[in-house]
């Protein structure tokens, strides 16, 4: 016994070491890739704010050479406009809408063509067996209501969903 207790210890020793292998490989691993993303998006935004100055130094040529012909706030006011219809332009590109619809849109389009959003409950329960849902008495049983069953009554039929009233409140016992 004394022997197998200590092939117990060597195999918990073995995967504890082995462990701390994996855990430190994952790590270095992990910190070689973040340092990877963290150079990208520093390329990213530094290139976002060069692109900024660039677009400002655009507009600003672009309100001067119109400064030539017309009045300073006219130039301005139409730098701003086209700049504006540009922003507009780019922030329909970035976006999807329901207007342009795309293949798997059509395609998601198409699959809910006969679905009710909202609509009334589905004549067969999710489940997938088929069987619709089981009728509801009209009132608790042993009341006197009109369709409800009593244990008393073995020829009771069971109500028609013509004889249920939905604006009647409906109680649990």
């Not at 008393?152 to 009647?168: G, K, T, Y």
Request: aromatic share 2%.
């Amino acid at each position: 016994m004394n022997r197998l207790d200590h092939l117990e210890h060597l195999d918990k020793q073995l995967v504890d070491e082995l462990a701390q292998v994996a855990r430190e490989t994952v790590r270095d691993e992990l910190r070689e890739q973040t340092r990877r993303q963290r150079r990208r998006a520093m390329l990213y935004a530094g290139s976002g704010a060069v692109a900024l100055y660039a677009g400002a130094a655009l507009a600003l040529a672009l309100g001067l050479g119109l400064a030539t012909g017309l009045p300073d706030w006219a130039a301005a006011l139409i730098t701003a406009v086209i700049l504006g219809a540009v922003a507009y332009v780019l922030r329909g590109a970035a976006r999807p809408s329901a207007s342009r619809p795309t293949p798997e849109r059509e395609a998601e389009l198409a699959a809910a063509h006969g679905r009710t959003v909202g609509g009334t409950a589905p004549v067969a329960p999710p489940g997938g067996l088929g069987l619709p849902y089981p009728p509801m008495p009209a009132g608790p049983p042993g009341t006197g209501v009109p369709g409800a069953v009593t244990p008393d009554m073995p020829d009771a039929r069971p109500p028609h969903p013509d004889d249920i009233d939905p604006e009647q409140p409906h109680h649990r016992a």
